[in-house]
């Protein structure tokens, strides 16, 4: 089986299922979810096969992989490969997809072919998001970077909110303009490197003796649209429009999946093209970073709309995210790409767990709630895990992300992560004050009866907050997949970790 | 995911003394296991184990003391030196350089722990079947009270800092969780929030603090950190040792993050019998012991600690005094107690291990106290303020009884069990040479004295005098489910400190773990006049109690009072400080922000989608959902970037 394309495949699926899914008869359009669900599990089920063809030993940066020609009197090829990070942001996106659409199982109640299309659209969506963490081209990489953002648009603008077009059109400026920024660097790259066929490979493109100034240029050109992807301060706005007006599914595939493209980026492309770019540009990084989190926690604490809320703690993690990309250290790596998963989770289970609630009250505004426990007391229950996993509980998955990030910061940057480190202060405000709003108080009277959490919304929950727990107690699994991606980064980086600075002689660790 | 390697596998992380565990040690995760499966099974379960929930919720906490106890039997078979036991779990964070194996320390200092949060604990879940019997919630809270005790024993039980840092959140969830127990009731819920805040910001001390450890000596275990301590700077341990005082003050309600400890009394009475008792504000005063590594190369450091004691104990004592809310004035005796086992931590080898007796007795006193003041409240419509109460005594036996030893054991009468504790940390507080011995030695007799005065108060103010109640009770004494309890509290509260104190024992027991009692230290002033000092004082407390609370009637309602007074009511201003200088700036800055993300940052890029707004109306016509017109237009943006790019080469 060592020659299956499972890439390739894994990618096909959705994208078959999407073409199922928009195709099915007029008479069979009530089917359509049941037929996506189906193509995302069957998705999901390869991936795990795939993930289990993945050596962790390996000395290749890249595994499974797929290499064919696609364009190459420029260079392009159609080159797929996974390392640990990539495979991990994979089999997250897959976790995620059904998790969705059966979160999603509603949410176009007029049926027919505007059903089918929301559903069709998802799955297309998972195709490029496949693509875009297997890409080991750099130009592949990119068409599938601003591919993704067509089914991202029309999910917010058909499907979203009032403000949906307003939301839409602003996502997608700001993706486009960071988008275009990016192909400058990519043909600029393309430029300093060996060329040839394969010249787009991004083996090829590691490791090239870049003037200082061009190399400097390029980085900022990648980053750019990188910090526009993940969101970082000041580039985050179009991120609480896109998350309140998106369908709570997109948001969570955008969210959750989508703008780790730009924290995978960073890792994948400016660190490991850019290594002496990305040490120069570390102190602004990390100065932007870090005003993410505490910028980021302090808008979200003074939200009054639910999703909005949700989006702004997603600046505060991303900023903790890139902190410990930039801070250069195993540690701190292994703790920003474990971030990555278990925030993909978190978000998923903060936002489909607000959108129950925004579902049952028909409004997004906080105030509106209130002595919601006495209401949906189960909802009440899940929606504080989901809370506490954001603020990052010991014994919940992000805690051991963000204990590993902080310390892997402070080993090489003390200020900076004393500083990042008041965020878990702030966070345990924006997230319990949210939950006081939103559940406590006397139980209000309602117009008409609510139900508490149905079977359909155990199923969705359940696996999210099983990750939660078995994450958090037993992180190993993940970071046996994301370590050595982490380690063979910084060795393109070249630096090691610091040594421990007062250790007792003669003493072993 | 607990794979038992009881032999060699981790030799690396293990503390000098420790062995492997072996025999019935090796189950110790069992301590953990049990009351967490209790809460598990009680949470997801839901409604079908509301029946037999409650019990089963008892009967895990009881088999966690059964377990403790056969562990701790277990280790008095053993001699001195081989009694301190590590079991290594699994491999829990391999997070790239930072690698750290789950593990529990089973020693002296946590079986100590562990019998007493067991024991205690257990028999504040017995008495909560009565006291919460007719609560429409009991599942839940039983399953939090079973959550509580599984934090606290991991957070006792764990070997390393990372691995209790899960307790140490884990207690601060369960207190968050029982706080607002009765959240319908919007203060109960701020209360809540604001325990788990306050929690926070110390909790930020000990992140910084397993920061600095890791990127000082490339390890976060006990072991590995007093291995490394050794030859490490005092600037990196003074700095490691406040950071962690930080984090001891919030779960501990000291000076200056004591401020959630009043509000909490918002939980129902058993919770704040377990917060104050048999967990959460105990567990700053195990943090401190069980660095001692590091606070033995800080003296400045160890410094701080007897201060923020000193501070704390006669800041609680002093606010104390004031307050009519039974709980509250005995939320503010906590304090002020634990404020004691801070300065005795702080002392170094001559404190900890009277810090930690006292704490252990502590636990029996003020854990019957508090479920006294359940059965008081249970007699009296759930009423709290002691000016409606007065001459429950006859009313209420039982209860009257059994607070009346509690009461004198926190007073340190002899032969009670605070006696034992207490005078040991005002005798060890006299050591020392220059101001020191003066100043702290002096605090800590000052607010036995006080202590004295307030808790006398609150008893002849409950219990005797003249009767005051509302015209709608009719005080009753509680059912045996809660009064058995309270009896075996009461037992401890009188006999404990004899007990342990009869040639030395307890000391001697810890001896191992925070080492011994230097030869040769003798406090500034001769103990007997020590004694004698502290026993006036206390006897001048209850007599000014007797004359004002006893002899004289109580008013109904609260005089003015002098300003201290009334400065101690309010809890010496503590809120509106905080209120001042945190929250209302918090609240403006957060609401500039917004209004500034919404249009100063956002301002530039709204003008642009503004501008688009026409264009984006033009190109709705284009959203005509054919799909294959969407195709189309992808295609042709695909073909005009590769066009482009083609071009360009």
Same mark, same amino acid.
């Given at each position: 089986?060592?020659?299956?394309?499972?890439?390739?495949?894994?990618?096909?699926?959705?994208?078959?299922?999407?073409?199922?899914?928009?195709?099915?008869?007029?008479?069979?359009?009530?089917?359509?979810?049941?037929?996506?669900?189906?193509?995302?599990?069957?998705?999901?089920?390869?991936?795990?096969?795939?993930?289990?063809?993945?050596?962790?030993?390996?000395?290749?940066?890249?595994?499974?992989?797929?290499?064919?020609?696609?364009?190459?009197?420029?260079?392009?090829?159609?080159?797929?490969?996974?390392?640990?990070?990539?495979?991990?942001?994979?089999?997250?996106?897959?976790?995620?997809?059904?998790?969705?659409?059966?979160?999603?199982?509603?949410?176009?109640?007029?049926?027919?072919?505007? @059903?089918?299309?929301?559903?069709?659209?998802?799955?297309?969506?998972?195709?490029?998001?496949?693509?875009?963490?297997?890409?080991?081209?750099?130009?592949?990489?990119?068409?599938?970077? @601003?591919?993704?953002?067509?089914?991202?648009?029309?999910?917010?603008?058909?499907?979203?909110?009032?403000?949906?077009?307003?939301?839409?059109?602003?996502?997608?400026?700001?993706?486009?303009?960071?988008?275009?920024?990016?192909?400058?660097?990519?043909?600029?790259?393309?430029?300093?490197?060996?060329?040839?066929?394969?010249?787009?490979?991004?083996?090829?493109?590691?490791?090239?003796?870049?003037?200082?100034?061009?190399?400097?240029?390029?980085?900022?050109?990648?980053?750019?649209?990188?910090?526009?992807?993940?969101?970082?301060?000041?580039?985050?706005?179009?991120?609480?429009?896109?998350?309140?007006?998106?369908?709570?599914?997109?948001?969570?595939?955008?969210?959750?999946? %989508?703008?780790?493209?730009?924290?995978?980026?960073?890792?994948?492309?400016?660190?490991?093209?850019?290594?002496?770019?990305?040490?120069?540009?570390?102190?602004?990084?990390?100065?932007?970073?870090?005003?993410?989190?505490?910028?980021?926690?302090?808008?979200?604490?003074?939200?009054?709309?639910?999703?909005?809320?949700?989006?702004?703690?997603?600046?505060?993690?991303?900023?903790?995210?890139?902190?410990?990309?930039?801070?250069?250290?195993?540690?701190?790596?292994?703790?920003?790409?474990?971030?990555?998963?278990?925030?993909?989770?978190?978000?998923?289970?903060?936002?489909?767990?607000?959108?129950?609630?925004?579902?049952?009250?028909?409004?997004?505004?906080?105030?509106?709630?209130?002595?919601?426990?006495?209401?949906?007391?189960?909802?009440?229950?899940?929606?504080?895990?989901?809370?506490?996993?954001? %603020?990052?509980?010991?014994?919940?998955?992000?805690?051991?992300?963000?204990?590993?990030?902080?310390?892997?910061?402070?080993?090489?940057?003390?200020?900076?992560?004393?500083?990042?480190?008041?965020?878990?202060?702030?966070?345990?405000?924006?997230?319990? %004050?949210?939950?006081?709003?939103?559940?406590?108080?006397?139980?209000?009277?309602?117009?008409?009866?609510?139900?508490?959490?149905?079977?359909? @919304?155990?199923?969705?929950?359940?696996?999210?907050?099983?990750?939660?727990?078995?994450?958090?107690?037993?992180?190993?699994?993940?970071?046996?997949?994301?370590?050595?991606?982490?380690?063979?980064?910084?060795?393109?980086?070249?630096?090691?970790?610091?040594?421990?600075?007062?250790?007792?002689?003669?003493?072993?660790? | 995911?607990?794979?038992?390697?009881?032999?060699?596998?981790?030799?690396?992380?293990?503390?000098?003394?420790?062995?492997?565990?072996?025999?019935?040690?090796?189950?110790?995760?069992?301590?953990?296991?049990?009351?967490?499966?209790?809460?598990?099974?009680?949470?997801?379960?839901?409604?079908?184990?509301?029946?037999?929930?409650?019990?089963?919720?008892?009967?895990?906490?009881?088999?966690?003391?059964?377990?403790?106890?056969?562990?701790?039997?277990?280790?008095?078979?053993?001699?001195?030196?081989?009694?301190?036991?590590?079991?290594?779990?699994?491999?829990?964070?391999?997070?790239?350089?930072?690698?750290?194996?789950?593990?529990?320390?089973?020693?002296?200092?946590?079986?100590?722990?562990?019998?007493?949060?067991?024991?205690?604990?257990?028999?504040?879940?017995?008495?909560?079947?009565?006291?919460?019997?007719?609560?429409?919630?009991?599942?839940?809270?039983?399953?939090?009270?079973?959550?509580?005790?599984?934090?606290?024993?991991?957070?006792?039980?764990?070997?390393?800092?990372?691995?209790?840092?899960? +307790?140490?959140?884990?207690?601060?969830?369960?207190?968050?969780?029982?706080? +607002?127990?009765?959240?319908?009731?919007?203060?109960?819920?701020?209360?809540?929030?604001?325990?788990?805040?306050?929690?926070?910001?110390?909790?930020?001390?000990?992140?910084?603090?397993?920061?600095?450890?890791?990127?000082?000596?490339?390890?976060?275990?006990?072991?590995?950190?007093?291995?490394?301590?050794?030859?490490?700077?005092?600037?990196?341990?003074?700095?490691?040792?406040?950071?962690?005082?930080?984090?001891?003050?919030?779960?501990?309600?000291?000076?200056?993050?004591?401020?959630?400890?009043?509000?909490?009394?918002?939980?129902?009475?058993?919770?704040?019998?377990?917060?104050?008792?048999?967990?959460?504000?105990?567990?700053?005063?195990?943090?401190?012991?069980?660095?001692?590594?590091?606070?033995?190369?800080?003296?400045?450091?160890?410094?701080?600690?007897?201060?923020?004691?000193?501070?704390?104990?006669?800041?609680?004592?002093?606010? +104390?005094?004031?307050?009519?809310?039974?709980?509250?004035?005995?939320?503010?005796?906590?304090?002020?107690?634990?404020?004691?086992?801070?300065?005795?931590?702080?002392?170094?080898?001559?404190?900890?291990?009277?810090?930690?007796?006292?704490?252990?007795?502590? +636990?029996?006193?003020?854990?019957?106290?508090?479920?006294?003041?359940?059965?008081?409240?249970?007699?009296?419509?759930?009423?709290?303020?002691?000016?409606?109460?007065?001459?429950?005594?006859?009313?209420?036996?039982?209860?009257?009884?059994?607070?009346?030893?509690?009461?004198?054991?926190?007073?340190?009468?002899?032969?009670?069990?605070?006696?034992?504790?207490?005078?040991?940390?005002?005798?060890?507080?006299?050591?020392?040479?220059?101001?020191?011995?003066?100043?702290?030695?002096?605090?800590?007799?000052?607010?036995?004295?006080?202590?004295?005065?307030?808790?006398?108060?609150?008893?002849?103010?409950?219990?005797?005098?003249?009767?005051?109640?509302?015209?709608?009770?009719?005080?009753?004494?509680?059912?045996?489910?809660?009064?058995?309890?309270?009896?075996?509290?009461?037992?401890?509260?009188?006999?404990?400190?004899?007990?342990?104190?009869?040639?030395?024992?307890?000391?001697?027991?810890?001896?191992?773990?925070?080492?011994?009692?230097?030869?040769?230290?003798?406090?500034?002033?001769?103990?007997?006049?020590?004694?004698?000092?502290?026993?006036?004082?206390?006897?001048?407390?209850?007599?000014?109690?007797?004359?004002?609370?006893?002899?004289?009637?109580?008013?109904?309602?609260?005089?003015?009072?002098?300003?201290?007074?009334?400065?101690?009511?309010?809890?010496?201003?503590?809120?509106?400080?905080?209120?001042?200088?945190?929250?209302?700036?918090?609240?403006?800055?957060?609401?500039?922000?917004?209004?500034?993300?919404?249009?100063?940052?956002?301002?530039?890029?709204?003008?642009?989608?503004?501008?688009?707004?026409?264009?984006?109306?033009?190109?709705?016509?284009?959203?005509?959902?054919?799909?294959?017109?969407?195709?189309?237009?992808?295609?042709?943006?695909?073909?005009?970037?590769?066009?482009?790019?083609?071009?360009?080469?």
């Amino acid at each position: 089986m060592s020659n299956f394309p499972w890439l390739t495949v894994i990618g096909l699926i959705p994208l078959i299922g999407a073409i199922v899914v928009a195709a099915l008869p007029a008479s069979m359009a009530d089917q359509a979810k049941k037929v996506a669900l189906g193509f995302s599990l069957l998705t999901l089920v390869f991936g795990v096969a795939a993930a289990l063809q993945f050596k962790t030993g390996s000395t290749q940066q890249f595994q499974l992989v797929e290499q064919h020609e696609w364009i190459p009197q420029f260079g392009v090829s159609y080159a797929l490969g996974v390392d640990g990070l990539a495979l991990v942001m994979i089999l997250m996106a897959l976790v995620l997809l059904p998790i969705c659409i059966l979160a999603a199982w509603d949410d176009v109640p007029e049926g027919g072919k505007r @059903e089918k299309n929301y559903f069709a659209l998802t799955l297309v969506l998972a195709t490029f998001m496949v693509g875009v963490f297997a890409a080991t081209d750099v130009f592949l990489f990119y068409v599938f970077f @601003e591919a993704m953002l067509i089914p991202v648009y029309f999910l917010i603008g058909s499907y979203g909110g009032p403000r949906r077009q307003y939301a839409a059109v602003k996502f997608l400026l700001f993706s486009l303009a960071g988008g275009l920024v990016m192909l400058i660097g990519v043909i600029a790259l393309y430029k300093y490197g060996p060329g040839g066929a394969d010249g787009f490979l991004v083996t090829k493109l590691t490791g090239l003796d870049l003037p200082v100034a061009a190399g400097r240029w390029i980085f900022l050109a990648f980053f750019i649209a990188f910090a526009v992807k993940a969101p970082m301060w000041p580039v985050h706005t179009w991120l609480p429009d896109a998350a309140t007006e998106a369908r709570p599914a997109t948001a969570v595939l955008l969210v959750g999946v %989508l703008d780790k493209v730009g924290t995978y980026g960073m890792i994948r492309f400016c660190l490991q093209l850019f290594p002496e770019a990305s040490q120069w540009a570390t102190p602004v990084v990390l100065a932007l970073a870090v005003i993410s989190i505490i910028y980021g926690a302090l808008l979200a604490i003074g939200q009054t709309d639910v999703m909005r809320l949700i989006a702004y703690t997603s600046v505060s993690h991303f900023g903790f995210i890139v902190l410990g990309i930039f801070a250069f250290t195993t540690t701190g790596g292994a703790g920003s790409t474990l971030y990555m998963l278990n925030h993909g989770f978190t978000t998923a289970a903060l936002f489909l767990v607000a959108a129950m609630l925004v579902a049952r009250r028909g409004s997004k505004r906080i105030p509106d709630f209130g002595g919601w426990q006495r209401v949906t007391p189960g909802l009440a229950g899940v929606f504080l895990v989901a809370g506490l996993a954001g %603020l990052a509980l010991p014994g919940l998955s992000p805690f051991v992300s963000e204990i590993m990030v902080l310390v892997g910061t402070f080993q090489r940057y003390k200020l900076p992560a004393v500083i990042a480190t008041t965020g878990i202060i702030l966070a345990a405000l924006y997230i319990l %004050l949210m939950y006081k709003r939103m559940m406590t108080g006397p139980k209000p009277q309602l117009d008409r009866p609510v139900r508490d959490i149905t079977l359909r @919304e155990k199923i969705v929950v359940a696996p999210l907050i099983a990750a939660f727990l078995v994450f958090g107690f037993y992180p190993k699994p993940a970071l046996d997949l994301l370590n050595p991606a982490v380690k063979a980064t910084l060795q393109h980086v070249g630096v090691t970790d610091p040594a421990p600075t007062s250790v007792a002689e003669g003493s072993s660790k | 995911m607990t794979t038992l390697q009881p032999l060699a596998a981790a030799v690396t992380s293990e503390p000098a003394a420790a062995h492997a565990a072996t025999g019935i040690t090796a189950y110790a995760w069992l301590l953990v296991a049990l009351p967490a499966l209790g809460a598990a099974v009680l949470l997801l379960g839901g409604r079908r184990t509301d029946k037999w929930g409650p019990l089963f919720a008892v009967a895990m906490s009881w088999s966690a003391f059964v377990v403790g106890f056969i562990v701790w039997i277990a280790m008095l078979g053993r001699d001195g030196e081989s009694r301190a036991m590590h079991l290594d779990l699994y491999n829990w964070v391999p997070a790239g350089s930072f690698q750290l194996n789950a593990g529990m320390l089973v020693d002296q200092l946590s079986v100590t722990f562990v019998l007493l949060i067991t024991f205690v604990g257990s028999l504040i879940h017995v008495y909560s079947l009565g006291y919460m019997e007719h609560d429409p919630d009991k599942r839940r809270f039983f399953a939090y009270l079973n959550l509580f005790v599984a934090a606290m024993l991991l957070l006792v039980l764990a070997d390393s800092y990372l691995l209790l840092y899960v +307790g140490w959140e884990g207690v601060g969830l369960a207190s968050y969780l029982l706080i +607002g127990f009765w959240n319908y009731n919007p203060a109960y819920a701020t209360a809540a929030n604001k325990a788990f805040v306050v929690n926070r910001v110390g909790d930020f001390g000990l992140s910084v603090a397993i920061m600095i450890m890791f990127a000082a000596f490339g390890t976060v275990t006990f072991a590995g950190v007093q291995e490394a301590s050794g030859g490490a700077g005092s600037g990196v341990l003074t700095a490691i040792g406040l950071m962690l005082l930080l984090g001891a003050c919030g779960k501990s309600a000291q000076f200056p993050l004591q401020s959630w400890l009043g509000d909490a009394m918002a939980g129902p009475t058993p919770v704040s019998a377990l917060i104050h008792a048999a967990t959460m504000v105990t567990a700053g005063v195990y943090l401190i012991v069980r660095s001692n590594f590091i606070f033995e190369g800080a003296p400045n450091a160890q410094l701080v600690v007897v201060i923020v004691g000193a501070i704390t104990l006669l800041f609680g004592a002093i606010v +104390g005094c004031a307050k009519d809310d039974i709980k509250k004035a005995l939320a503010a005796s906590t304090m002020s107690q634990i404020g004691y086992m801070m300065l005795a931590a702080g002392l170094g080898p001559v404190g900890y291990a009277f810090a930690i007796f006292h704490l252990v007795t502590h +636990g029996f006193f003020k854990a019957g106290m508090f479920l006294g003041a359940g059965s008081v409240m249970h007699g009296m419509n759930d009423q709290v303020d002691m000016r409606r109460f007065g001459g429950l005594s006859g009313a209420m036996k039982i209860t009257w009884a059994t607070f009346g030893l509690g009461w004198l054991a926190i007073l340190g009468v002899p032969p009670f069990s605070g006696f034992w504790s207490k005078d040991k940390i005002i005798e060890a507080a006299f050591i020392g040479e220059g101001w020191r011995p003066w100043v702290f030695g002096g605090a800590a007799l000052i607010g036995a004295g006080i202590t004295a005065f307030y808790m006398s108060r609150l008893f002849f103010m409950t219990f005797h005098g003249k009767k005051r109640w509302t015209d709608d009770v009719h005080p009753h004494e509680s059912p045996l489910l809660m009064t058995v309890p309270m009896m075996v509290l009461a037992v401890g509260s009188a006999l404990l400190g004899l007990v342990l104190s009869i040639g030395g024992t307890f000391s001697s027991w810890l001896e191992p773990v925070v080492g011994g009692h230097a030869e040769g230290e003798h406090p500034v002033l001769p103990v007997p006049v020590l004694i004698t000092l502290t026993l006036l004082l206390v006897a001048g407390g209850v007599a000014l109690a007797w004359l004002r609370y006893w002899r004289d009637s109580v008013p109904e309602t609260a005089p003015t009072g002098s300003l201290l007074t009334r400065a101690a009511r309010r809890d010496l201003y503590q809120d509106d400080v905080n209120e001042a200088v945190f929250m209302r700036p918090g609240i403006h800055l957060t609401r500039a922000l917004v209004f500034a993300d919404n249009r100063g940052i956002d301002g530039g890029v709204g003008g642009l989608a503004a501008l688009i707004g026409g264009t984006s109306s033009r190109l709705r016509k284009l959203q005509n959902g054919f799909a294959r017109s969407y195709a189309l237009t992808m295609l042709a943006g695909v073909v005009a970037i590769l066009g482009a790019v083609w071009v360009i080469q």
